[in-house]
């Protein structure tokens, strides 16, 4: 397809509040953190290295038993979210601006794990109660 000369109708939608298929046998909770696998289907944040992180699940979503893409989960995205502080591998103020890692579905640490874990976005904040996530 060629560059084009003249002005387009780009089609868009809003992306704070998106709709994602979810992974076979996944189930997610309302209020964790969520990313996408390999498959581009909506899992559980956890430590892997084939996660891309989506954001906050807006609803809980049991695909028990289903087959990937069989339900779809609202996931809220481009806000900052508080997830929990590892203890083990904890983020500090000098991470802010830089990105941290998923560790599992509600918590992020300050490295990668020696390549074990996902990015998980950028900290903004860290508060004695947890990290914010944008």
């Known amino acids: 397809m060629a ?4 002005d387009r109708n780009t089609p868009f939608k809003e992306g704070v509040l998106i709709r994602v298929a979810v992974a076979a046998n996944a189930k997610i909770f309302a209020g964790t953190l969520v990313c ?10 956890a430590t892997a290295i084939t996660l891309a992180y989506l954001g906050m699940a807006d609803e809980f979503a ?18 900052a979210f508080k997830w ?7 983020v500090t103020q000098a991470s802010v ?36 996530v944008i």
């Open 3 to 6: 560059a084009i000369t003249q």
């Open 36 to 45: 996408a696998s390999a498959t581009g289907f909506a899992t559980p944040g």
């Open 62 to 79: 049991d695909n028990t038993g289903g087959a990937d893409g069989a339900i779809t989960v609202g996931i809220r995205r481009n806000r």
């Open 84 to 90: 929990a502080n590892d203890a083990g591998d904890p």
């Open 97 to 132: 601006g830089r990105p941290c890692f998923v560790l599992d579905n509600q918590t992020v640490s300050k490295t990668n794990g020696t390549n074990t874990r996902s990015q998980a976005g950028t900290v903004v904040g860290v508060d004695a109660d947890g990290v914010w």
